[in-house]
C-alpha cells in the first residue's frame, strides 16, 4: 500500500493552520456552508481507466514511466487517487482494453479500494486481432450488414462484461462517418445506426442506460454519423426511456455553448452524463478547467438548476466521468487536477444565489444577472473543497502530497519503467 492514512495525515498537519485560516475566512461568508459541503463530500467523478497511461497522437507516442500494465494496476491507481481526493470513487472501463478475466476478483480489489464500476464502454472503432471484418468504413452504421452484427455483439458483450462487475450503463462513442462527399448516404447511414442501436437496446438490462456519445469530427473530416446533440437526442428518443444523450466536453464546433445545450438536454429528461475535459480547438482531452474554466462554471450553473428543478439527485443523478488523454503531463497529477478544477466549478455554481437570479432574469436586469454569476465564480473555494475533502479523510492538497510523496516514483519501483498503458 502507497499510501496510508498516516502518510495523509502528516500532509495535512503540515498544512491545517493555514487551511483553517483560508476556510474561516471564506465560510464567514457563506449563507448555506453545510449545504455546500455535504454536496461536494457526495460527489464522484468516474476515472477513465484509458486516462491512466500517457495517451498517445496520430504522430507519436512517449510513455511513462511505472504506467498501470492490466486491470488490476488500473484499479490500484484509481484507489491511490480515490485516497488522495475521496472524489474519485468509480472506474469507467473500455472493452476489450479492460477485459476482467475474474471478475469477482476484479469486484473484491475494487470493492476494497472504495471503487464502483461507472459506465463500460464498447471499441468499435479499431479492429482487434482476429475480428472477422474490418471497421474500416464504419461499424453499426455500416453498409454491410454483418459488419452491424459484429460490432452489436460486441457491444453486447461489453454489456456482459458490464453486468459482471455492477456497472449501470453502456456508453457507445462511434467513430462513424466519412471523409469525402458522397461516400455515404447520410439517411441510410444513421438508420443502419439506429437499427443496431436498437439491437443493442434490446439486451440492456432494465436498471441499465444507454449513453450516445457524439463527435463533431475526427477520425473523420467530412461527416460524423452521430455528429451532434440533436442527433444524438434524437437517437435516444426513438431508442426510448433508457436512452440518454452523453456531453463530451471536446466534442463540439468550436464556441458551441455547450451551457445551453446541457440546460436543454435536462429539460427533455435525456441528459445522461459528462466526459468532461478542455479544450482550445476541438477534442483535445485536456485537463478539466485548464482553459475554459468559466464554461465549466457556466455548465455547473445550468446543471444545478436543471437537476433542482427536477428533484433530481446530484451525486448519484448523471454520469459524471473524464475523458481525458494526452501525453506531457503524469497522467494521475493531471486526473487529480481534472478532479479539482471539477469540484471547484461545482462549488461556485452551489454558491450562484438562485433566487436573485431568478428576480433579475425576471425584471431583465442584466447588469444584475452576470454581477450574480461572476461573483460566484470569482470566489476562491479552494479552501471549501478542501475543506470537504479533509472531512472525510483525503489530503488537503492531493497534487502536493502526490509529488512529495514521489508516488510516481514508488510506481516505478513496483512496475519498472518501461510500462505501456492500453489505451488511445
Ligand atoms: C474519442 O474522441 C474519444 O475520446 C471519445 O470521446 C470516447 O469517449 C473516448 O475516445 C473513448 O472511447
Ligand atoms: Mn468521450
Ligand atoms: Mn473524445
Same mark, same amino acid.
Given at each position: 500500500? #502507497?499510501?496510508?492514512?498516516?502518510?495523509?495525515?502528516?500532509?495535512?498537519?503540515?498544512?491545517?493552520?493555514?487551511?483553517?485560516?483560508? $476556510?474561516?475566512?471564506?465560510?464567514?461568508?457563506?449563507?448555506?456552508?453545510?449545504?455546500?459541503?455535504?454536496?461536494?463530500?457526495?460527489?464522484?467523478?468516474?476515472? *477513465?481507466s484509458w486516462a491512466l497511461?500517457?495517451?498517445?497522437?496520430? $504522430?507519436?507516442?512517449? +510513455?511513462?514511466? !511505472?504506467?498501470?500494465?492490466?486491470?488490476?494496476?488500473?484499479?490500484?491507481?484509481?484507489?491511490?487517487?480515490?485516497?488522495?481526493?475521496?472524489?474519485?470513487?468509480?472506474?469507467?472501463?473500455?472493452?476489450?482494453?479492460?477485459? *476482467?478475466?475474474?471478475?469477482?476478483?476484479?469486484?473484491?480489489?475494487?470493492?476494497?479500494?472504495?471503487?464502483?464500476?461507472?459506465?463500460?464502454?464498447?471499441?468499435?472503432?479499431?479492429?482487434?486481432?482476429?475480428?472477422?471484418? +474490418?471497421?474500416?468504413?464504419?461499424?453499426?452504421?455500416h453498409v454491410d450488414p454483418?459488419?452491424?452484427?459484429?460490432?452489436?455483439?460486441?457491444? #453486447?458483450?461489453?454489456?456482459?462484461?458490464?453486468?459482471?462487475?455492477?456497472?449501470?450503463?453502456?456508453?457507445?462513442?462511434?467513430?462513424?462517418? +466519412?471523409?469525402? *462527399?458522397?461516400?455515404?448516404?447520410?439517411?441510410?447511414?444513421?438508420?443502419?445506426?439506429?437499427?443496431?442501436?436498437q439491437e443493442i437496446y434490446?439486451?440492456?438490462?432494465? %436498471?441499465?442506460?444507454?449513453?450516445?456519445?457524439?463527435?463533431? $469530427?475526427?477520425?473523420?473530416?467530412?461527416?460524423?454519423?452521430?455528429?451532434?446533440?440533436?442527433?444524438?437526442?434524437?437517437?435516444?428518443?426513438?431508442?426510448?426511456?433508457?436512452?440518454?444523450?452523453?456531453?463530451?466536453?471536446?466534442?463540439?464546433?468550436?464556441?458551441?455553448?455547450?451551457?445551453?445545450?446541457?440546460?436543454?438536454?435536462?429539460?427533455?429528461?435525456?441528459?445522461?452524463?459528462?466526459?468532461?475535459?478542455?479544450?482550445?480547438?476541438?477534442?483535445?482531452?485536456?485537463?478539466?478547467?485548464?482553459?475554459?474554466?468559466?464554461?465549466?462554471?457556466?455548465?455547473?450553473?445550468?446543471?444545478?438548476?436543471?437537476?433542482?428543478?427536477?428533484?433530481?439527485?446530484?451525486?448519484?443523478?448523471?454520469?459524471?466521468?473524464?475523458?481525458?488523454?494526452?501525453?506531457?503531463? %503524469? *497522467?494521475?497529477?493531471?486526473?487529480?487536477? +481534472?478532479?479539482?478544477?471539477?469540484?471547484?466549478?461545482?462549488?461556485?455554481?452551489?454558491?450562484?444565489?438562485?433566487?436573485?437570479?431568478?428576480?433579475?432574469?425576471?425584471?431583465?436586469?442584466?447588469?444584475?444577472?452576470?454581477?450574480?454569476?461572476?461573483?460566484? $465564480?470569482?470566489?476562491?473555494?479552494?479552501?471549501?473543497?478542501?475543506?470537504?475533502?479533509?472531512?472525510?479523510? !483525503?489530503?488537503?492538497?492531493?497534487?502536493?502530497?502526490?509529488?512529495?510523496?514521489? #508516488?510516481?516514483?514508488?510506481?516505478?519501483?513496483?512496475?519498472?519503467?518501461?510500462?505501456?498503458?492500453?489505451?488511445?
Open positions: 500500500m #502507497i499510501l496510508n492514512k498516516q502518510v495523509v495525515d502528516q500532509h495535512n498537519n503540515q498544512l491545517l493552520d493555514k487551511h483553517k485560516r483560508n $476556510f474561516t475566512h471564506l465560510s464567514s461568508d457563506i449563507t448555506h456552508l453545510d449545504y455546500i459541503l455535504e454536496k461536494l463530500q457526495q460527489f464522484q467523478i468516474a476515472i *477513465p497511461g500517457t495517451g498517445g497522437t496520430r $504522430f507519436g507516442r512517449f +510513455s511513462g514511466a !511505472g504506467e498501470p500494465g492490466n486491470l488490476e494496476q488500473k484499479l490500484e491507481d484509481v484507489g491511490l487517487l480515490h485516497a488522495l481526493n475521496k472524489s474519485s470513487g468509480a472506474i469507467s472501463l473500455h472493452i476489450p482494453w479492460d477485459i *476482467p478475466t475474474d471478475a469477482d476478483k476484479i469486484k473484491q480489489l475494487a470493492g476494497s479500494l472504495g471503487i464502483a464500476f461507472d459506465a463500460v464502454n464498447s471499441n468499435t472503432f479499431q479492429d482487434q486481432p482476429h475480428q472477422a471484418y +474490418s471497421y474500416k468504413h464504419g461499424s453499426l452504421h454483418r459488419v452491424r452484427k459484429q460490432a452489436v455483439d460486441h457491444n #453486447i458483450e461489453v454489456i456482459n462484461y458490464g453486468k459482471s462487475l455492477g456497472s449501470k450503463a453502456l456508453t457507445v462513442w462511434l467513430a462513424d462517418g +466519412s471523409s469525402f *462527399p458522397g461516400q455515404l448516404n447520410f439517411r441510410e447511414a444513421f438508420q443502419n445506426t439506429l437499427a443496431s442501436l434490446h439486451h440492456l438490462p432494465e %436498471d441499465w442506460k444507454l449513453f450516445v456519445e457524439y463527435k463533431a $469530427f475526427e477520425p473523420h473530416f467530412y461527416s460524423t454519423t452521430i455528429g451532434d446533440w440533436g442527433q444524438s437526442l434524437l437517437l435516444a428518443n426513438k431508442l426510448g426511456p433508457k436512452a440518454y444523450t452523453l456531453v463530451d466536453l471536446g466534442h463540439h464546433l468550436p464556441n458551441a455553448n455547450i451551457e445551453q445545450i446541457v440546460s436543454l438536454l435536462l429539460m427533455e429528461k435525456k441528459l445522461g452524463g459528462f466526459h468532461f475535459n478542455d479544450s482550445k480547438y476541438a477534442d483535445d482531452d485536456l485537463t478539466a478547467g485548464s482553459i475554459k474554466p468559466y464554461q465549466l462554471f457556466l455548465i455547473f450553473n445550468e446543471l444545478i438548476d436543471g437537476m433542482d428543478l427536477h428533484g433530481m439527485d446530484h451525486a448519484s443523478g448523471l454520469g459524471w466521468m473524464i475523458d481525458a488523454s494526452h501525453n506531457l503531463k %503524469d *497522467p494521475l497529477i493531471d486526473l487529480l487536477q +481534472s478532479v479539482e478544477a471539477i469540484k471547484i466549478a461545482y462549488a461556485q455554481a452551489l454558491l450562484v444565489d438562485r433566487e436573485a437570479l431568478k428576480k433579475a432574469q425576471q425584471s431583465n436586469d442584466i447588469v444584475k444577472a452576470q454581477e450574480l454569476l461572476q461573483d460566484a $465564480f470569482r470566489t476562491d473555494v479552494r479552501a471549501l473543497v478542501a475543506e470537504a475533502r479533509l472531512r472525510m479523510g !483525503g489530503a488537503i492538497d492531493p497534487v502536493q502530497l502526490f509529488q512529495e510523496n514521489e #508516488i510516481r516514483s514508488q510506481l516505478i519501483a513496483e512496475r519498472g519503467v518501461n510500462t505501456v498503458a492500453t489505451g488511445l
